[in-house]
């Protein structure tokens, strides 16, 4: 019986494995069709991880061939056999596709493709290039077609694009309702999802502050240590943090300004979850030596600063909100198993955390007087607006329950309550 070959480190080498002279490995197996085929690694292990993928395209009769196969690749092939379409059609999808698949996604190796990869492309297309999803739709509507020629042609197993464009409408809230204040579930989703360590829990402070104290975007980014009293807790509001054109082609600069009324310049309560939130902007900074460096017409030691030091823009706080919203709906669907449609964040921006506060008073039954106050709204009329509306809403949701009570009330057998 002939000796089994070895590798340096005199471990046995399987049928088809060998090691080269500069260390590294190969494996060498031949196709259905009888052409030879490698596939190299660094290391044995590595090697023997390939292996069990080449096994598995073997058994599910992946072409060996198409490892190298892009996704342009895949597209010529579509040019030349998609028959069917209207002129103007055709070329309207061959235009979609040379402007935004082709200079980079088609560069990718089709076999190396994974749902996650074409969720991130569309996402580029609608965060960076600022497509809207009737034109992403296009895109998608070629993209999968030249996806599953790979699938029909044995490239690749499944169409890594099958529901992406779905996922993108759900993720980035693609609905023509507009809302202005978060359910109770979703404001629980979006707490919940900004405290969990990641990328996005740097956020939490800023965003928990703005949906439990009202307070305006540029009231809160304006916020000074000084500005609030963690002992006898409470914020005073007396300035405004904005950004503005100085005209003349001087471009934009940041401002301080003082509130317009008297009603502007209050006291608000902080309530635990408020106090806790600066308590950890505060150790944040610390732990990242992060410190103010902004001045703004005299004012300096903002609370809350980027990276630099510098004030933040009310534009980078709802351009993040953009991107929370979109991963945690994402996040959302990826966990859903239940049955039903799983909660999702609507799309909202700065402004709507104040009015979610201010609904979470109304069902709460806070004073209107007090919420004036709170909300630093000069005229009773404003606060009375807001009030209507969210109270229009809890009645809607009692009426909710009274008629599911009613039919519940009249299955119930005689003699029972």
């Known amino acids: 019986m002939a000796e089994r070959r070895k590798d340096n480190k005199k471990r046995v080498l399987k049928e088809g494995e060998y090691q080269r002279a ?42 060996a061939e198409g490892r190298d196969i892009t996704v342009n690749d895949l597209y010529q092939s579509w040019v030349q056999l998609k028959r069917g379409l209207k002129d103007n059609t055709f070329q309207n999808y061959r235009y979609m596709y040379r402007q935004f698949v082709e200079p980079d996604f088609g560069r990718s190796k089709v076999v190396d493709l994974k749902r996650s990869d074409v969720r ?20 998608h509507t070629v993209l999968h077609q030249v996806l599953e020629l790979g699938v029909d042609d044995d490239y690749i197993r499944y169409n890594p694009s099958d529901n992406a464009l779905k996922e993108l409408k759900k993720a980035h809230c693609n609905d023509s309702v507009k809302r202005k204040a978060l359910t109770v579930q979703e404001q629980e989703l979006f707490e919940a ?42 914020i005073n509001v ?82 993040a909100l953009r991107r929370i919203i979109r991963d945690c709906n994402y996040d959302a669907l990826d966990k859903h198993k239940g049955e039903g449609e799983p909660v999702l964040l609507p799309k909202f921006s700065n402004h709507s955390l104040r009015h979610t506060f201010t609904t979470r008073m109304c069902e709460a039954g806070v004073n209107i007087k007090a919420m004036q106050e709170i909300l630093g709204h000069a005229d009773a009329e404003t606060t009375m607006d807001i009030y209507a509306e969210a109270t229009d809403e809890l009645k809607r949701a009692e009426l909710i329950n009274f008629e599911d009570y009613f039919n519940r009330s009249k299955l119930a057998p005689t003699g029972t309550k």
């Open 22 to 63: 500069n260390g590294t490995f190969e494996y060498k197996w031949r196709d259905r069709r009888g052409k030879r085929h490698s596939v190299y690694a660094k290391t044995l292990d590595e090697l023997r991880e390939k292996e069990l993928d080449v096994l598995r395209d073997v058994l599910d009769g992946i072409r």
């Open 120 to 139: 991130a492309f569309y996402n580029r297309l609608a965060d960076e290039q600022h497509l809207k999803a009737s034109t992403i739709d296009c895109v």
């Open 193 to 234: 999802f900004l405290k969990r360590p990641g990328e996005y829990n740097k956020w939490y402070p800023v965003f928990i502050v703005m949906l439990w104290t009202g307070l305006r975007v540029g009231e809160v980014t304006g916020l000074r240590w000084c500005d609030i009293d963690l002992d006898a807790e409470t």
């Open 238 to 319: 007396n300035h405004t943090l904005v950004y503005y054109d100085k005209g003349h082609n001087d471009g934009m600069s940041f401002a301080i300004n003082t509130p317009k009324t008297e009603a502007g310049k209050r006291t608000v309560p902080m309530l635990p979850i408020v106090k806790q939130a600066f308590l950890i902007e505060k150790q944040n900074q610390e732990d990242f030596g992060i410190k103010c460096t902004a001045t703004v017409d005299g004012y300096t030691d903002f609370i809350f600063v980027n990276r630099f030091g510098g004030v933040q823009h009310h534009a980078t706080l709802n351009k």
